[in-house]
Structure formats: C-alpha cells, structure tokens
C-alpha cells in the first residue's frame, strides 16, 4: 500500500470490485463528453493520484442538491462518489456528529491544506453578523471563510451557491448571498440549479478530483460542458415553437399534441442547463415533457424574475407589477395623447393668428 | 460652420447666394441613405420584435410545413445586422462628414447657449414663443431628445440585440465573444430580454414624437424639414437674421 491512499483503494476498501469500478470509469468519462481514452485515463488517475478529500458544507439551504445527489442515475456512480464523499465531512449524512465531526474540519484543514475541495451546498447570510445561521454553534458565514482559507478550489452548488435563491428573494431579509460575493480568492465553480441534475453533480465532482483540476468555465463560472447551451436549445418541443405552434391554455388541443409553451411562460429560451439532454431520475423525463414549461430554475435571479406562467416578466422598479409591454404602452400612450393635444392646439393657434394677421 | 447657429445671409454648399430663400447643404448623402435605411430597419425591427414576444395565434397542421415564428426571428436578425451594420457606417460619417453629421451623437452639456436654446425652442413648442430660431442643423431642442432617446438608446439595443443572437450562435461564436459580457452585468439573460423589450418602447415613443415633429415643424418652422432628409437642402423661408 502506497503512504498516501488512492481513490482506488479506498473504493476497494468499500468492496467494490474493480468491474464496477472500470464500468464506473467509462460511463462518467462519457457523460463528461470524453472519447473512450479518457476512460482509461481516468482509472489511471483514480488508481494513483493521491485521494482528493471532500468537505461538504451546508447553509442557507432546503437540502434539495444532496437529495438529488444521492439519486444519481447510475447506481454505481452514487455508491462510488457517496464512498469518496462521506469519508470526510457532510454534516447530513455522515455517521460523526457533534465535536467529533467538527474535529474532522481541523484535522482535514491541517493535513490537506490547499488539497481539499470544498463543496458548499447553501450560502450565508451576512445580516445580523450572520445571525441567521448558525452551524456548530457559530454563525454559517465564519465557518465558510475559515474552511474557504485552506481549500484548492470551492464548489457552489445549486441555485443558492450560486445565485442566492429563494432566500435572497428581495427584499432579502437575511441578506442571503451567494458564495462568489463572500470568497473571493479561490477558484469557484458554479453548478446551478434548484437542485442541479445529479447526473452534473457526479460528473463534476468526480471531474475534479479525479484530473486535481476544475473543468473548463464560462464567463459565469459554470461548466462548460453541462451549461453551455439554453434548454430551448436542445428542446424536442423546438419544432413548434419554429413553427408557431403554441400551448396558449393548459387544456387545449395544442397542448394535448405537445406543441410549444413559450406562451405559457417557459424560460427555456433563457435558461443553461442540462435537462433537455439529460434529463431527471435517470433519464426518464424533464419538466418541459410532461408539458410544464421550465421555470429557469438555474438562473440568476430566476425567483424574482416571475409570473411563471407568462412569457414577459414582471417589473418592479415602477412600483407597481407591470411587464414591459403595460409599461411601454402606457408611455407610447400618454405621448401619443399629448402629441394629438399638440397638434390641435397647433392647429387652432394658427387660424387663430392668421385670423389677426388678416385684420391688420 | 458651427451647427445649432443661427444663420444670416448664408450661402449653400455650393457657393452659390440663393436670392430669394436662404439654402444651405446640411444632410449629406450618406446621412440621408442611413436615416431611412435606419427607419425601415426600425420598423421592421418593432413589428417582429413584438411578434417574438407575443406570438401570433398558434398555427394548426404539421410543424413541419411551417416556420412562422422561425421566419419572424429571421427577419428581426436580419434587420438588427443590417441596422448595425449601417450604425457603423454612421459613425464612421461623424468623422468623415461634416458637423451637421455630429450633431445626434452629443450634447453640448456644459454650453449656456445651448440650454438657452433648449429653453427657447420649448417654449416655443409650449406656445409661449411667438417663432422659433433658425437654425442649420437640429434645433437644440431636437438634439436633446435624439442624443438622448435615440443615439444613446439604439447602441443600447444593438448591443443587447446581439447579446441575445449570441446565445443562439454559442459561446464559441464571435458574437459571444464580442458581447457576452452583456450577461456578466444581467447574468440572466431574461433580464436582458426584458430590457431589450422596454428599449423598444423608448424608441417607439421617440418615433411618435420625432415624426409629429418632422411633420409639424415642416408647416410651422421658418426652415424646410422633411425635404431637407430627401435632398440635404435646407431652405429658409424668410430673411430675417433669426
Ligand atoms: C431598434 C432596435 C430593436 C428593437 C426595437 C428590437 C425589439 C425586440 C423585441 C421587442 C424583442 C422581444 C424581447 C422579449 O423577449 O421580450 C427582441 C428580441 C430579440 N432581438 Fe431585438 N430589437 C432591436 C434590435 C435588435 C438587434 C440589433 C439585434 C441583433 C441582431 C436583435 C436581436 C434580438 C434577439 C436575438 C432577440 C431574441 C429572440 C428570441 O428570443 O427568440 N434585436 N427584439
Ligand atoms: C415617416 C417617417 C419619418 C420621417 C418623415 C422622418 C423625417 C426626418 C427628418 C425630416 C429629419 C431631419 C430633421 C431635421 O432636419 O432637423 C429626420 C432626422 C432623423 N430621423 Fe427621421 N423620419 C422618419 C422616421 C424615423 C424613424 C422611424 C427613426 C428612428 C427611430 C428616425 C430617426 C431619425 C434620426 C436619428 C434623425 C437625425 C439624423 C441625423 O442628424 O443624423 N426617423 N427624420
Ligand atoms: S417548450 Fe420551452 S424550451 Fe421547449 S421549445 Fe418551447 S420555449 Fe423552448
Ligand atoms: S427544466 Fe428549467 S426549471 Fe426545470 S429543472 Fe431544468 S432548468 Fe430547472
């Protein structure tokens, strides 16, 4: 046995046999869009690098990424990552609690410094000195900071890493806020999503502890290779909308034929993720499929950013909820009413003077 | 010449003293071909535009043997390039045409003289001046409200307009690379949709006042107007200084 553990080893300690382990290889090599060398490639690394330790940490949060985690598709994918995962920290489903798991933080802190990943589920709130939540008996958003300091790089999972979510929905009380805004020194990626696929939160976490590396970013932080195109993009309902072909109630006949529901709200055209590709619970469906159109739930700001239900979001800055169109109109409206008053005004002033042009 | 002075006894481009009226060249043939280039991109642009937002009534049969609403986004791209394209083509004009070219594209903020004439020229729109000054190029008035309700918010819209077509080309594509940044500033990009829709109705409002005014100021003004964007001439239609 080599000083310091592999993947590899570990797995095997968990008795899983080594098929399991190179059919785990190649399916997640695939589902990151690699050809069948990197399958190899990745045993290899799993087989000899050093073991990458994972810190999960929770905050503000409903707990939705984990419960979407452990219901990864390909059952072997989940034992494997749970086994790599649960060794160190994850206050809700490891076996420690109390001092002793709060020990493991200091020990993992110490030994891996600058080695571990650090995957926050969750953000702090910073009102109140960060009152709001409280973990191990100190507020969340000291906890973060001090974990953050010896980390490699941090994964923001889900909507609220990653944007804030519903608890940052204004007003925002607790000032919930995601992580990019509190860290601002480490390597961040972002895996959006009320909760992210958990086919994308298995194929990133195994991407980066298995190449020691985060995958390729966009401009936004998120990876490439699940984030980088729209629902609306790969959406099998795509046809109709090209076509004009729309849902315009719940129980119409377009709607019984699958046409399009842009005109019932669905943010896919402004939503990246990977749903339309593939898919919820193994595959098996998306929302947009069983005829609910998405709700942009990977989206900055997608809470604030309603009705679900309506193509034209709300705004709020004019006090009232009106969309662009009730706004634009009501403008190009009352101009237009002035500019008639203007133009008769205009008019009766100039008979009007020519009247006293002429008598002079 | 400076723009926005008033003009005594001017002759026009070519030299020549008119005797009668008073005409001087002010909108150069470049200026003239872009101005309603840009008022045709803009129609269509409002049209489909709006079409994308709230489709037309949902089309029956196959998807395949139609593509309404593919053919109402094609035409909004293509106008949106062809608008750009010529909005470069119109900068380009600050530079090489002459200052009446300029005017739209600042504003005199610092100036006395102007605002002064801002005031003037509102009053007078307010029916409390008895005439309105003379002037070469856009009254001060009229600057004001273009720089600000159309020359600023039309790069607005190019700018977002091709945010958004990025999304479609990908993020390899130069489109992405030249405007994605957009979306570092409204992450969301239905953020940027909804901005992009009310930019619209700004310019729509700037089109119902500016065509009333074209229109109005050409019976009104002591200068030609709408002929003036046809040939480039303005013409006086008095003699006095001011
Ligand atoms: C005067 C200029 C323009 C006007 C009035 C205008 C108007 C609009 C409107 C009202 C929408 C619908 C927004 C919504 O979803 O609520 C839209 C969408 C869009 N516009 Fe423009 N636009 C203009 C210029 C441009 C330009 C220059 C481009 C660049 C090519 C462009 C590209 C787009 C794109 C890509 C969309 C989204 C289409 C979709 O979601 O299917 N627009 N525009
Ligand atoms: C029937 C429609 C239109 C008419 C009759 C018209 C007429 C005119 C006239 C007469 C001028 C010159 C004003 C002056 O001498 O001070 C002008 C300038 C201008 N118009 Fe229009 N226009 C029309 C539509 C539009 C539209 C739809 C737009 C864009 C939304 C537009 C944008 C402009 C701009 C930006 C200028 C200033 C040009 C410059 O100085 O470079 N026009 N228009
Ligand atoms: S259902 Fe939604 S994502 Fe699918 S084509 Fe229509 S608008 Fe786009
Ligand atoms: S379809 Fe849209 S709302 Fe639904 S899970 Fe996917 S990104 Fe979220």
Redesign the pocket.
Known sequence: MPAIESFYDVIRRQGITRRSFTKFCSLTAASLGFGPVAASKMAYALETNPRVPVIWMHGLECTCCSESFIRSAHPLAKDVVLSMISLDYDDTIMAAAGHQAEAILEETKEKYKGKYILAVEGNPPLNEGGMFCIDGGKPFVEKLKWMAEDAMAIIAWGACASWGCVQAAAPNPTKATPIDKVIKDKPIIKVPGCPPIAEVMTGVVTYITTFGRLPELDRQGRPKMFYSQRIHDKCYRRPHFDAGQFVEEWDDESARKGHCLYKMGCKGPTTYNACSTVRWNGGVSFPIQSGHGCIGCSEEGFWDKGPFYKRLSNIRQFGVEKNADEIGMAAAGVVGAAVATHAAVTAVKRVVTKRETEKL | MVDGIQVAGVSDAHGARAVERQTVY??EAP?RV??WV??LC??VLFVTGYFIASPLPSVPGEASNSFLMGNIRFAHFAAGQVLAAFYLL?IYWIFAGNA??R??FYLPFWSRDYWAGVAHEAAWYLFLAKAPKKYV???PL?QLI?FST??VPLIFMIVTGFALYSEGEGIDSWQHKAFGWVFLIWPNSQEVHTLHHLGMWV?VT??II??YA??R??IMSRQS??S??ISGE?IFKDEAAD
């Open positions: 002010v909108y200026v872009w101005h840009n008022a803009i129609t119109r009446h070219g005017q739209i190029g856009h009254n009229a273009m159309f020359t310019l700037f089109a500016h065509i074209a229109v100021e050409d107007i709408i003036s964007m303005r």
